[in-house]
């Protein structure tokens, strides 16, 4: 096969939908990722949607944590396009061999992967098929997101119920088991909760998904087992994987807040204030912004004593001790000697 401004050295993996090779740009005469569509699936328009929604959102994100694309294309009936080429392995060649990661660096990538979702939410895109396989580590531990496959673009109205038919089931939110055609990054935070429970544990929370319907079914409706982890780690697994979404970060960048500050637990580290916790500056992400709005919005109200009001009190107090005391210095010195007609006798019984 050839494809115009690209020499193709090998083939670097296959999928259901797609090859990718190792090729040379010609035009920038550097190594990419080509990824190819099936010939098969060409007349197939969901497929071809597909394929076609990688490239687009692909080529919206430009951050160090996403697989970058550059250029999309078609010859002779063949769908292509580019991409950086990550030399590593993704985390589920990293499990068949390890089993397990040690728990600072699953937190560690977790954070990584919520930095490359911060993005994606910036451009109203949510990923969808958060796994394992889709996340690559490179040799010097940089972690890049990849496979935008199954990601849903804002105001992209193709498709709307893949959520439900594709994509991993093991690492499905409770919503994509329900269906919606609403999802948002706290899907995705849920997803990525079940990656870090798997990349503490070696097991998947609710089974491998052989059988879909009891599958989607457990994830619905029962907890993931208990596993043996830190603390820090357990809280940041519970609030990731809450069930209902309203209960986890409202946010990918208040979730990686919530990582790295497990991670510095972990490592008995101090680090300063996260942004989510309210130290955050006009220039925070507009995705915090929305998530503080939100929390102001159903506050309760405070329960601290405004400062005006400390002050009458502290007056009032200082007043009262001062009375008190007055009244009590009385009580205790003698009474004075009565200077009416008793002291004239005295004084007459003197002189006589």
């Known amino acids: 096969m050839k494809i115009p401004g690209y020499r193709i050295r090998r083939v670097r993996g296959e999928g259901a939908m797609a090859t990718v090779y190792e090729a040379i740009h010609e035009g920038l ?27 687009r959102a692909a080529a919206r994100l430009n951050h160090p944590n996403v697989v970058r694309a550059y250029e999309a294309g078609e010859h002779g009936g063949r769908y292509y396009f580019s991409m950086e080429l990550v030399e590593g392995e993704d985390l589920g060649e990293r499990l068949a061999r390890e089993v397990t990661l040690p728990e600072d660096e699953a937190l560690r990538v977790c954070a990584e992967v919520c930095a490359a979702l911060s993005a994606a939410e910036e451009h109203g895109i949510v990923h969808r098929d958060i796994k394992p396989e889709n996340v690559l580590v490179r040799p010097d531990g940089r972690v890049k997101l990849a496979d935008l496959g199954l990601a849903k673009v804002r105001g992209d109205g193709h498709l709307t119920a893949e959520g439900y038919t594709l994509g991993t089931v093991a690492f ?66 519970r609030r990731l994987m809450a069930k209902d979404a309203s209960d986890r970060p409202a946010t990918a960048e208040e979730a990686r807040a919530l990582l790295l500050d497990a991670l510095a637990e972990l490592r008995g580290e101090r680090r300063p204030p996260s ?56 009580a205790s010195s003698p009474a004075p000697e009565p200077r009416g007609r008793g002291a004239a006798h005295a004084a007459a019984a003197e002189v006589r």
Do not use: W
């Open 275 to 330: 942004p989510s916790r309210g130290s955050g500056s006009s220039g925070d992400r507009p995705g915090l912004a929305r998530a503080r709005r939100r929390r102001r919005r159903y506050a309760r109200p405070s329960s601290t004593i405004a400062p005006e009001l400390l002050v009458v009190l502290v007056g009032l107090t200082l007043l009262l001790g001062l009375v008190f005391a007055v009244v009590a210095r009385g």
């Open 29 to 55: 005469d550097k190594p990419v990722a080509l990824k190819v569509l099936h010939e098969g699936l060409v007349e197939d328009p969901d497929y071809l949607q597909r394929f076609l929604r990688e490239a």
């Open 172 to 237: 499905f939110s409770p919503e994509q088991c329900r269906g919606s055609s609403s999802l948002d990054v706290r899907s995705d935070l849920f997803a990525l909760g079940s990656l870090l429970y798997t990349l503490v544990s070696g097991e998947l929370p609710f089974g491998r998904g052989e059988n879909a319907p009891l599958t989607m079914q457990r994830i619905i409706e029962e907890e993931a087992p208990p596993i043996a982890a830190a603390p820090p780690t357990l809280r940041v697994l």
